[in-house]
T-cell receptor, first 110, second 112 residues
C-alpha cells in the first residue's frame, strides 16, 4: 500500500505567523496536488506541482516539490484567519487512483 | 455549471438497511471516484471508475458496490449498512489521471 503522510496532523498558530506543512511518501510520484477543505465542503485544488525541485507561489502560499519527487511542502507567510482549514496533498502513483494524504488541520487564531 | 452533484446531503440509516448515494457530473469527465472521510482523517478511496462500464476497488471497498452505466453518473450502494460506515462521503470527478479533481459537497451518513 502506497501511503502519503502529512505532518503535523494539527497546527494552531497566531495570525501573522509563518508555518510549513509537509507531505511525504516512500514512493516516487510524477506529480502532486495540494487541496484545501473548509468545513462542510469538498476539497478545492490549490496547486499542482510536476517537476522535481519546482517551487510555485500562490499569493502568500509557497509550494515546493522535493528533488527526489517523494515529498512536498506548503509554506504560508503571515497566516490569516481565512487560511484556516484542512490541507490535503494528493498523488497519482501511476495506477489511475488519486491517493490523498492524512491531512493537516490548520487553525489561525485572530 | 453544476459541476459535481451529490444527493442526499444528509442520511440516517438503521443497521442492515441499504441505500444508494447518488453522484452526477456535467463536465464530461472520464474519471470518477468515491471517498469516505472520517473525523480527523484524510480521504480514503472506496471505488473508482475510469470510464463508462469500468470500475475498480480502492482502499476500503468492503460493504459498497458501484456501477458506471453512463459518463455522468456514478452511484454508490451500501448493501447492508453498519455503524462503521458512519462517515462523510465525497464523490469526485476529473478529466484525466493528473488533472484537477472536482468534488461534490458530500453526504453525511449516520448508521444507528
Amino acid at each position: 500500500t502506497q501511503l502519503l503522510e502529512q505532518s503535523p496532523q494539527f497546527l494552531s498558530i497566531q495570525e501573522g505567523e509563518n508555518l510549513t506543512v509537509y507531505c511525504n511518501s516512500s514512493s516516487v510520484f510524477s506529480s502532486l496536488q495540494w487541496y484545501r477543505q473548509e468545513p462542510g465542503e469538498g476539497p478545492v485544488l490549490l496547486v499542482t506541482v510536476v517537476t522535481g525541485g519546482e517551487v510555485k507561489k500562490l499569493k502568500r502560499l509557497t509550494f515546493q516539490f522535493g528533488d527526489a519527487r517523494k515529498d512536498s511542502s506548503l509554506h504560508i507567510t503571515a497566516a490569516q484567519p481565512g487560511d484556516t482549514g484542512l490541507y490535503l496533498c494528493a498523488v497519482n502513483f501511476g495506477n489511475e487512483k488519486l491517493t490523498f494524504g492524512t491531512g493537516t488541520r490548520l487553525t489561525i487564531i485572530p | 455549471n453544476a459541476g459535481v452533484t451529490q444527493t442526499p446531503k444528509f442520511q440516517v440509516l438503521k443497521t442492515g438497511q441499504s441505500m444508494t448515494l447518488q453522484c452526477a457530473q456535467d463536465m464530461n469527465h472520464e474519471y470518477m471516484s468515491w471517498y469516505r472521510q472520517d473525523p480527523g482523517m484524510g480521504l480514503r478511496l472506496i471505488h473508482y471508475s475510469v470510464g463508462a462500464g469500468i470500475t475498480d476497488q480502492g482502499e476500503v471497498p468492503n460493504g459498497y458496490n458501484v456501477s458506471r452505466s453512463t459518463t455522468e453518473d456514478f452511484p454508490l450502494r451500501l448493501l447492508s449498512a453498519a455503524p462503521s460506515q458512519t462517515s462523510v462521503y465525497f464523490c469526485a470527478s476529473r478529466q484525466t489521471e493528473n488533472t484537477e479533481a472536482f468534488f461534490g459537497q458530500g453526504t453525511r451518513l449516520t448508521v444507528v
